[in-house]
């Protein structure tokens, strides 16, 4: 099995940055690729971004493009999600997942390891 555990989450007014952080234990040799969604208050989960284990693909969806950056340091199992111009729609729980399949997936499908999620509030 495989742990993760978000940190970064917070309130920021809008335009600030927050830097999201994700460190995964257990089983770890049998990770991928490692990504970011969001779920807003009455909203399905949404897809953010997503890393390969060796980094050389990552993946946005257009609302982050521009704004966010993933990186990924595997000695310490961490990926890392840098915000910045943060909007209020940017408002949601953000949670971490992982996976097994060596196919960097955009779909919650695509991921077996989720972590509990880290709240972030934009305000206006």
């Known amino acids: 099995q495989v742990q993760l555990v978000e940190s970064g989450g917070g309130l920021v007014q809008a335009g600030g940055s927050l830097r999201l952080s994700c460190t995964a234990s257990?089983?770890?040799?049998?990770?991928?690729?490692m990504g970011w969604f969001r779920q807003a208050p009455g909203k399905e989960r949404e897809f953010v971004a997503t890393i390969s284990r060796g980094g050389g693909t990552t993946l946005y969806a257009d609302s982050a493009k521009g704004r966010f950056t993933l990186s990924r340091d595997n000695a310490k199992n961490t990926v890392y999600l840098q915000m910045n111009s943060l909007k209020p729609e940017d408002t949601a729980l953000y949670y971490c997942?992982?996976?097994?399949?060596?196919?960097?997936?955009?779909?919650?499908?695509?991921?077996?390891?989720w972590g509990q999620g880290t709240l972030v509030t934009v305000s206006s």
């Open positions: 997942a992982a996976a097994r399949s060596t196919v960097t997936s955009t779909k919650n499908i695509g991921y077996d390891y």
């Open positions: 257990g089983r770890t040799f049998s990770i991928y690729a």
